[in-house]
């Protein structure tokens, strides 16, 4: 396992910047996951990182070794794609046993077949190893997959959306298994996602990325209770953060264009009246609507609530965010 | 009644049952009466009204194999009662063997040069389209066009500039000039079809071998040939087809070591008018081994190996 930093890294395909100067460092042993809408460069990042494809300019070392001109193969990266791609003309055994049977890694037998065996229980996919690729269903070729990545030791894990595919339950399954086996591994792993239960659950790091850029890198907690921007603090908390007017409440400093709430930064039963628009019952929590003077703010409140839409409810700010203008946090 | 949009009426399919056993008895008629032919005897083979049914006769394959001379009765008293099966069929049309013909020889010529363009085809054209669908060649469309375009006249236009060149080269009448001759010809229509089929072939699965510690041609070995090999199956029958039947050049090009069997069949000339059955019993021997590469490819033929591994 290594460190893998990112130096003023930039890659445009035409007239598209996928990425702009970004420079990262991926701790040693850590779990770095990236955040961002599509087209923020994502999964552009992965494919530089992996040697798939050369950025423009900038430098990208894995383990203090400058990875300029160097194949996918001479890295040492093991990459799940967020296409299930595996190979149609092998076996699912045959497809776990590819990377290990590579030129640069050529296991002994034995020992393929023990981590092929062990990697194959751990993803429950062992009574299925002798079928053809193609006869699996979407989620098993997935977990194929993954584990044609796991079944390695390289120095750094590369996964694009590993879990887009999987129903709830496996997804939710795989998330405890992946986390547990990286910190097993000590494995350094950068890991792309939309999720955000993926993102606060399993990594150590999140960068949040906007249009090719790193607006933010720090721990989940770091992004979540100390956002740098309006951006940033939107790509995690469920439900999302209410932006509104600064004025809307009173005491916002001169400076400030917007204020933000997340729902623990909303008082219930003080301040100002609120007119409740409707309830969410989500089981372990409940939602509520309102509506504020004209804006629409979501919170969670008691998940046995007995408010009901016409309700009227007094709410008030507690430590909220400011934003300027552009949308960056006032300190 | 029920209906169904996607299941076609009983109408429709006894309608389209019909059409296909119509085309099927168009196609193979004429295949049935050539291999009926190879086994009639001379007079029945020119009877009209056509004979079909008739005793079944061995005599044109033997004239196929073998040269012969109209006996005389000096030659019949010296050469004794006939040895074989096949020299009582000669004696019984009045003829003795001399030797055995040169069918046998321009049959293989048709082996070695019908195969071994095809082969060498399916290596070029396998890596050309490889190239052309993978990497960024400069003038890519220019050039697939200009490939095209070699096939775009018939083969007597540019049959003159070939032979001189040929001629200057040494390559009349040689197996290698007709090797790549045919690879030549074939090659455009093997590129095109070859990238239609890699093109197919998802670049994610190479990209995949890559990160797993392969090199750009052992992931083209290992991941893009298996997958292809469908294509490569189908576009190397066109090829021997194209290579196995072709005339026009093999008149014009070879006469002797090199002649192929097509050129060579009407050649056959019996005693007293043209040979039918042994020209028949011919033709019928030179469709065996495309019929029987084909039989063995049919496999490949059936597309969908690689369906479904790709989430699009």
Redesign the interface.
Same mark, same amino acid.
């Given at each position: 396992m290594a460190e893998v930093t990112l130096k003023g890294v930039s890659k445009s395909f035409g007239a598209d910047t996928a990425l702009d100067n970004v420079t990262m460092t991926i701790p040693d042993g850590s779990f770095v996951v990236l955040l961002g809408p599509t087209g923020a460069g994502k999964t552009t990042t992965l494919r530089l990182v @992996?040697? %798939?494809d050369t950025q423009d300019s900038g430098c990208i070392s894995i383990g203090a070794r400058d990875m300029m001109g160097l194949?996918?193969?001479q890295r040492d990266?093991? $990459?799940v #794609?967020q296409?299930? @791609? %595996?190979? *149609?003309?092998l076996t699912v055994r045959q497809n776990l046993e #590819? *990377?290990l049977k @590579? *030129?640069? %890694?050529k296991t002994p037998d034995d020992e393929i077949a023990r981590k092929v065996g062990e990697i194959a229980e751990v993803l429950q996919i062992s009574h299925k190893l002798d079928n053809k690729?193609?006869m699996l269903s979407?989620g098993e $070729?997935q977990r194929v997959s993954i584990g044609?990545a796991l079944v390695r030791n390289p120095s750094v894990y590369l996964m694009d959306e590993p879990l887009s @595919?999987l129903d709830a339950k496996l997804r939710a399954d795989l998330r405890i298994e992946l986390k547990s086996i990286q910190s097993d591994r000590g494995a350094t792993l950068l890991y792309v996602t939309h999720d955000q239960i993926e993102a606060m659950t399993m990594a150590t790091h999140v960068g949040v990325l906007d249009k090719g850029r790193v607006v933010q890198f720090g721990t989940p907690r770091q992004i979540y209770e100390d956002p740098v921007s309006i951006y940033a603090a939107s790509r995690l908390g469920q439900p999302r953060i209410n932006v509104l007017p600064a004025a809307v409440f009173g005491g916002a400093p001169t400076t400030a264009q917007s204020i933000g709430l997340r729902p623990e930064q909303i008082v219930q039963g003080e301040g100002e009246e609120s007119l409740v628009q409707r309830v969410e019952h989500l089981g372990d929590q409940t939602r509520l609507h309102l509506s504020f003077k004209s804006h629409d703010i979501v919170t969670v409140t008691d998940a046995h609530t007995n408010l009901k839409s016409g309700d009227i409810i007094r709410i008030r700010p507690k430590n909220p965010f400011y934003f300027d203008a552009t949308g960056a946090r006032l300190a | 009644m029920s209906f169904s949009v996607t299941e076609p009426s009983k109408r429709t399919k006894w309608l389209a049952g019909i059409l296909v056993v119509g085309y099927a008895l168009i196609t193979i008629s004429p295949l049935i009466w050539i291999i009926a032919t190879g086994f009639k005897s001379g007079p029945d083979s020119i009877a009209y009204p056509p004979k079909m049914i008739f005793e079944p006769s061995l005599e044109g394959y033997v004239n196929l194999f073998t040269e012969r001379t109209r006996a005389t009765q000096d030659m019949l008293e010296t050469a004794g009662p006939p040895k074989t099966w096949y020299d009582q069929i000669a004696r019984d049309q009045g003829t003795v063997i001399t030797g055995p013909s040169r069918y046998g020889a321009r049959f293989l010529n048709s082996i070695i040069i019908g195969f071994g363009s095809t082969a060498l085809c399916m290596l070029l054209g396998t890596a050309a389209a490889y190239a052309f669908s993978r990497f960024r060649v400069p003038l890519k469309d220019d050039l697939l066009f200009f490939i095209l375009s070699t096939r775009m006249m018939p083969p007597i236009a540019v049959a003159i500039p070939i032979f001189l060149m040929f001629r200057n080269l040494g390559l009349n009448d040689t197996h290698l000039g007709m090797i790549l001759l045919y690879t030549a010809v074939n090659l455009s229509l093997s590129v095109w079809l070859l990238k239609g089929f890699i093109d197919e072939i998802p670049i994610e699965y190479e990209e995949a071998a890559l990160i797993d510690g392969y090199t750009r041609f052992q992931a083209f070995y290992k991941v893009v040939l298996p997958q292809a090999a469908t294509g490569i199956a189908s576009t190397a029958i066109f090829c021997l087809i194209f290579a196995w039947n072709e005339y026009a050049f093999a008149v014009l090009l070879t006469s002797g070591t090199a002649q192929t069997a097509p050129p060579f069949i009407p050649t056959i000339i019996g005693v007293g008018g043209k040979d039918w059955p042994a020209v028949a019993a011919g033709a019928s021997i030179f469709l065996v081994p495309v019929m029987v590469f084909t039989i063995l490819l049919r496999k490949h033929l059936l597309r969908g190996i690689t369906f479904g591994a790709v989430r699009k």
């Open positions: @992996s040697g %798939l194949t996918p193969a990266v093991a $990459m #794609f296409q299930y @791609s %595996l190979y *149609p003309h #590819f *990377p @590579s *030129p640069i %890694l690729a193609t979407g $070729m044609r @595919s | -």
